[in-house]
């Protein structure tokens, strides 16, 4: 069965989920990637839209402007780690709860997630018209003085998935975990590469 | 404009709509080749997206992935080709005419200004990559280069004491340390010279090169295996959560090296590798060699 996270997500929602599951996000999340992060953390700006109890999407759509309004074309994650100089600081000041990007984020983002009881889940890369077709609805959007892919696109959602939890409420780091593993490995193997490749004599 | 170069404006443009819709034939069978042999579980779960995603690229007519990159061509232009001085600004007119029409993602922040311009083209941006070769034909190799693609792009030069185990070592660091979060199973690119700027630019043109091919050297083409093998047996797959496969492939191309110098270069494609090749004859007429039956 689907597990489904519907906004505003609770404590209680999220604490028994672990590393490694797959869920899927119902409700209201946002896009917000390295300036918006930039703004309010280092710039001290405030968010125009509350995000509390909601998500964000670090990802810079291709959004088509229609004659009403907008129309989500194609939407997917960027690398989440160009974050973690500021997500730590967004967590405690925003109060997001689900943060959807991909790849790993860090140690400090990890504690937040922790602290404030908060999740960062993988959305697959390069899937982003399975993304898009998840979008409901553009019911907003702000900073569009930043371009299309950086501006703050505010969009509900439905069953926006699948969303890999790498970070859970508990501090647990799936590819922190992970990487520690792979490095080890990595050892070995150049090891044994190093020794067929003395091509200089 | 004139009319050839509206009417070759107008073939870039559908060109580089059906790179960022549909993968080149190579990548689209490696993959199936790869989901075959996927791990049940998370890598299974992130190959059925991969695949139900190009699938939707293609019935709703979308780009695969949002980020259709920064405009990159490579193009081998025939000394006698006529068309030869209509291609730069019919090439940077495509994009402008892609950008609109496909839709493509902005993708050029001019340096300094730190401004979005809104169309593609920006400074030194599609960039072209020029390559004279005799005759009247044109071959135009056109890449969609990510953001989460280029971030593990990097180069290095080494002392050769270092030797060729000091290069293998720096692709192992760079893909493990990086290349986890730019979308595997990748295609690596390494750029084996004597300066770093050369290797950098032979890094890129190896990813370009279709899957299956090989360094024309034995000791290259060993080398690329190696490499491969080594890097699929880390226990990373798809989006660098554990599985089978984290390269598509590593493809080496070098340049002779000063006799104190080592330099590499890595580039990577990530799996939604966009790549397109079009052979164009000087009466316009063309040949999409990437994607075998598809028209423009």
Not at chain 2, 62 to 77: H, L
Not at chain 2, 243 to 250: E, L, S, T
Not at chain 2, 274 to 291: I, N, V
């Amino acid at each position: 069965m689907k597990k489904v996270l519907h906004t505003p997500v609770t404590n209680e929602d999220l604490q028994d989920i672990k590393v490694g599951d797959v869920v899927y996000l119902t409700g209201h999340i946002v896009t917000c990637r390295d300036v918006g992060h930039r703004r309010v953390i280092a710039l001290g700006q405030d968010l125009p839209y509350s995000i509390a109890g909601k998500a964000i999407f670090h990802a810079g759509p291709i959004v088509e402007p229609t004659e009403q309004w907008y129309k989500m074309v194609a939407i997917g994650p960027t690398t989440s780690m160009r974050m973690e100089r500021f997500e730590a600081e967004f967590i405690a000041a925003t109060g997001v709860k689900v943060i959807v990007g991909k790849g790993g984020m860090g140690a400090r983002t990890a504690a937040a997630c922790r602290e404030h009881k908060a999740l960062h889940c993988v959305f697959p890369g390069g899937c982003a018209v399975v993304g898009a077709t998840a979008v409901e609805e553009i019911e907003g959007v702000e900073w569009l003085d930043l371009g299309m892919p950086e501006a703050f696109w505010i969009m509900r959602v439905k069953e926006l998935g699948p969303l890999i939890v790498s970070i859970d409420t508990h501090g647990n780091n799936l590819f922190e975990t992970n990487k520690a593993l792979y490095a080890e490995r990595k050892e070995a193997v150049v090891k044994e590469i190093a020794e067929k490749v003395t091509y200089i004599k | 404009m004139t009319d050839k170069v509206h009417h070759l404006t107008s073939i870039f443009a559908k060109f580089l709509d059906v790179v960022g819709k549909r993968l080149p034939d190579d990548i689209t069978h490696k993959l199936t080749e790869l989901r075959a042999n996927a791990a049940p579980g998370l890598e299974r779960v992130v190959y059925d997206s991969m695949f139900d995603n190009m699938e939707q690229a293609l019935t709703l007519n979308r780009p695969i992935c949002q980020d259709t990159g920064v405009i990159s061509f490579y193009v081998k232009a025939g000394v006698d080709s006529k068309l030869l001085p209509l291609l730069k600004e019919s090439l940077t007119q495509g994009v402008k005419e892609a950008t609109r029409s496909s839709p493509l993602r902005h993708n050029a922040v001019e340096i300094f200004d730190e401004k979005n311009t809104g169309t593609n083209i920006g400074e030194r941006i599609p960039f072209i990559n020029w390559d004279l070769v005799p005759g009247n034909g044109v071959e135009v190799e056109a890449y969609m280069a990510g953001g989460g693609g280029s971030l593990p792009g990097r180069a290095i030069t080494l002392m050769p004491s270092a030797g060729y185990e000091g290069v293998a070592k720096y692709v192992f660091d760079t893909m493990v340390e990086l290349g986890v979060n730019a979308c595997p199973p990748l295609l690596i690119g390494v750029g084996i010279a004597g300066s770093a700027e050369i290797a950098s630019l032979l890094s890129k043109k190896a990813i370009l090169r279709p899957i299956g091919t090989k360094h024309p050297n034995l000791r290259g083409a060993e080398f690329e295996k190696l490499l491969a093998d080594g890097l699929n047996n880390l226990g990373i797959g798809a989006q660098g959560l554990p599985g089978q496969a984290f390269v598509m492939g590593v493809h080496v191309e070098s340049a002779a090296r000063h006799p104190a110098s080592l330099s590499v270069g890595v580039s990577v494609g990530c799996w939604a590798h966009r790549r397109g090749t079009l052979s164009l004859r000087e009466d316009m007429s063309y040949e999409l060699l990437s994607h075998r039956g598809v028209s423009l």
